[in-house]
């Protein structure tokens, strides 16, 4: 099993999250980060730096995101690695909560 980044992600982008990575497993997408599956090692040291609390393990994951399961293993392998904290989109369902 592995965290995903679902919804509340899309628009914003925070890359917080990326910087603790300790295997770097996040992945920047036009829109919002995805996590590979495959490279998670469910550290959890993403979860809590997420101010807009989009990190989920796969078993926490809300009902109505499952489709974000796919999405991230789908997404993640076509987009580039991201390591570095950049500036985040800040659309308009943005909200942080930090």
């Known amino acids: 099993m592995a965290h995903i980044v679902a919804e509340p992600c899309f628009d914003c982008k925070y890359t917080d999250c990326v910087v603790v990575c300790p295997v770097d497993c996040f992945y920047e997408g036009a829109q919002m980060l995805f ?3 495959e490279e998670c090692i469910d550290c959890e040291a993403c979860v809590p730096e997420c101010p807009v609390e989009a990190i ?6 809300p009902d109505e995101w499952k489709e974000f399961v ?10 580039p ?3 570095e904290k950049k500036a985040p989109l800040e659309g308009p369902s943005c909200n942080a909560k930090k």
Do not use: G, Q, R, S
């Open 35 to 37: 996590i590979h599956p």
């Open 56 to 61: 989920f393990h796969e078993d926490n994951l």
């Open 70 to 79: 796919a999405l991230n293993a789908e997404e993640a392998p076509k987009c």
């Open 81 to 83: 690695v991201i390591t």
